[in-house]
């Protein structure tokens, strides 16, 4: 028996989608948004543990990384602006949707009588509220989904997949890690002793050595490889 376990953010849906709505809806600004975006993650990972341990409230931590990635490409927002843009962008949060994808992936896995499961970081209320949107129940039990808020473990950490690992009663052989984040997803259930796929929407540069089961572009490539996965 196989284990697949997925990340929520940019990998069970895509991030920029409900993101490039919420600046839409808001500024008539040109910008490169692919850019935009994937700055705004690189700003909420400088300072994600400053705003889990209290050092900024999260408030503070969304302006700074909205703010911050806009600046970088020339665009300054004010405090105002940068909340505003936040609020709207959690807004449409509650209307994530799957693609048809991914929804093949976890029907085929269930069908197979694959173990699921999910890890993400962030939030409890916050992120709960993502896999509430998703309908990811339907698929994943509710106890063999983490989120780090509810623990105080993040990923990297390799504390957490040894939770997950404890949940689903599999050696780590037998896991497999799907993520987008080289750093938190791959390195951390790496560290874990998973199998892992990265999920690389965006082209990204990995450091050479960089162990990893496989690389997939898209949830197309990613269906593909899970058929085998199953199918072996």
């Known amino acids: 028996m196989i284990g697949l376990v997925f990340d929520v953010d940019d990998t069970l849906y895509e ?35 400053a705003s889990r341990n209290g050092e900024m409230t ?6 700074y990384r909205i703010q911050e990635a806009a600046r970088d ?15 709207e ?5 509650q209307k994530l949707k799957m693609s048809d994808t991914t ?16 890890i993400t970081n962030g939030p409890s ?19 063999n989904i ?3 808020g509810d623990l105080g473990i993040n990923k990297p950490d390799k504390r957490i997949f040894e939770v997950m690992q404890e949940k689903l009663q599999l050696g780590v052989e037998s896991l497999y890690y799907i993520g987008d984040s080289l750093e938190n997803d791959i390195v951390g259930a790496n560290n874990a002793g998973w ?3 990265w999920v690389n929407r965006y082209n990204k540069e990995y450091p050479q050595g960089s162990k990893m089961y496989k690389i997939v572009k898209n949830n197309f490539e990613l269906f593909e490889i899970i058929k085998k996965i199953i199918e072996k």
Do not use: C
Request: no cysteine; glycine share 2%; aromatic share 12%.
């Open 58 to 63: 999260m408030d503070e931590y969304h302006i």
């Open 89 to 93: 962008y959690k807004k449409n949060q």
């Open 146 to 148: 983490i989120v780090s």
């Open 15 to 49: 991030q920029i989608v409900p993101f490039e709505n919420a600046f839409r809806s808001l500024f008539d600004i040109d910008i490169n948004m692919e850019k935009f975006y994937l700055l705004s993650r690189y700003y909420s990972d400088v300072k994600f543990e």
């Open 125 to 143: 209320e916050h992120q709960w509220a993502k896999v509430d949107a998703l309908g990811v129940e339907k698929w994943i039990p509710k106890e």
């Open 73 to 87: 490409l020339g665009v300054f927002l004010t405090d105002e602006q940068a909340l505003s843009m936040q609020k």
């Open 103 to 118: 929804i093949s992936i976890l029907e085929l896995a269930k069908k197979n009588n694959v173990k699921l499961g999910v």
């Open 195 to 197: 199998n892992t796929i």
